[in-house]
């Protein structure tokens, strides 16, 4: 059964990864996270990396430059290891320190992400339409964190495997499902050298940009491997 799946849904991908210095707490240079993810024979790796109110600081032209510098870095590094390299977010708003994944980003929406950081989710939500993007809320249960009305969220971030946060993922995936959040992911946030391959979504095509990995996660359409050996299906 288990060997059918792993058949079924051969691509491996990170969905939760940081590099330097698009996100200052990552020690990743984009080059070097994807030679790791390669030689652990990942297919993928989406960058997500921060887009907070500390960003603010830098200007939006600036903020969104940097963001797209360490994706166009990992892509030039991506081609010599044979590697995709998807671009993600984790976004912020000022009224709390959530986090928001989202997956199905290009640079223009990343210049609309940017101008909602002063605001809030309720009105993110309201005045962005994303037809073709999902968002979820990353490790909702970890310490100081809100959780954000269910009705706001595509899904939830269940399984954040940092290893060095408690994202209390039982308690995560248990409140997802009471809630019927339609997607559940899982991802290793890697931001250090050793965080690497802790969670992978396996897909049955190779996506060919954040789109299509919006549209995978809408449909429902695959699995999680955790911990390189063991299946998990949201
Ligand atoms: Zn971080
Ligand atoms: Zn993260």
Redesign the pocket.
Known sequence: MTDQILTNYPYRIEL?S?TNPGSGCSSLKPEELVRLYAQKGYHGVVL?NHLEPDKLLFGKEEAVAMHIRDYVAAMDAAKRYNIAVYLGV?LRFKENIN?YLIYGVDEALLNVFYDYIPADLATFRKEVQLPNSVLLQ?HPFRANMVLADPALLDGMECLNLHPRHNSAVGLATQYAYEKNLKIKIAGG?CHDRGDEGTAALRTKCLPKDSFEIAKILKSGDYVFEIGGNSLWLP
């Open positions: 939760h940081h997500t984790e986090d990353a946030d």
